[in-house]
């Protein structure tokens, strides 16, 4: 991208953000990222939105504390699987084709009726978290192995990938006491954060020791008895 480009795209997001009114933050405040996602017609766009942010994120001239919301819609979006921004993708991209074909998809009943407004506390705004230490290839390897004692210990052999990276998230953030490190949500690979691709290795790691084994037809790892 050119420098021209990301002037010209700064510049028109400076003329949109004229538009936020404190009336509209106001009333923006009693909607919750979390309201959106339990929404079902707020969803595919939602999960398009946290793709779209991670993506293009370093584009856009930024605070400290916008870097720190980013950080966090980054966290979240980081716990969904790569299946459900495809699906998400899918249902906008269905859409935009319906809508240039001229198909009307509205639906005339009930649904379409407005609903009383649900009066709801605001969300409190937490001070930003201190930054992690990097998921580099030894943490990474420490809590795979923390994980995979875990699971032999319950008497489980089999765990997903993504199992894997929700418990990897909540031992190497302490229970979400601390934020990502910003190499860590660099995003290496299509919709894949750096700190999935060092779970990955590690799992590669294990798997070259004969202690896991990924299973292909049904998609799951395997634990290895001793």
């Known amino acids: 991208m050119t420098q021209e480009t990301l002037d010209i795209v700064n510049a028109r997001v400076k003329d949109a953000d004229r538009f936020v009114t404190d009336d509209i933050l ?124 875990c699971k032999t210990k319950l008497g489980e052999q089999t765990f997903t990938f993504q199992e894997c990276c929700a418990a990897v998230l909540k031992r190497h953030l302490d229970n979400n006491r601390y934020r990502w490190h910003d190499a860590d949500l660099v995003v290496t690979t299509p919709d894949q954060p750096k700190w999935k691709q060092s779970v990955s290795s590690a799992l590669g790691f294990f798997s070259d020791k004969e202690t896991v084994s990924f299973v292909h037809r049904r998609n799951l790892w395997m634990i290895i008895p001793l």
């Open 26 to 149: 106001d009333l923006a405040e009693k909607i919750t990222l979390a309201e959106l996602l339990e929404c079902k017609p707020c969803l595919p766009e939602t999960l398009s939105l946290l793709s779209n942010i991670t993506r293009f994120h370093t584009v856009f001239e930024r605070s400290e504390k916008e870097q720190d919301v980013v950080n966090r819609v980054m966290e979240v979006h980081n716990l969904f699987p790569k299946a459900a921004n495809n699906i998400a993708f899918d249902v906008v991209n269905t859409l935009k084709q319906a809508r240039r074909q001229r198909i009307e998809l509205g639906r005339k009943d009930e649904l379409s009726i407005p609903k009383p407004a649900v009066e709801r506390a605001v969300p409190q705004i937490l001070p930003s978290k201190q930054m992690a230490q990097q998921l580099d290839a030894e943490k990474a390897r420490a809590a795979v192995k923390f994980f995979l004692n």
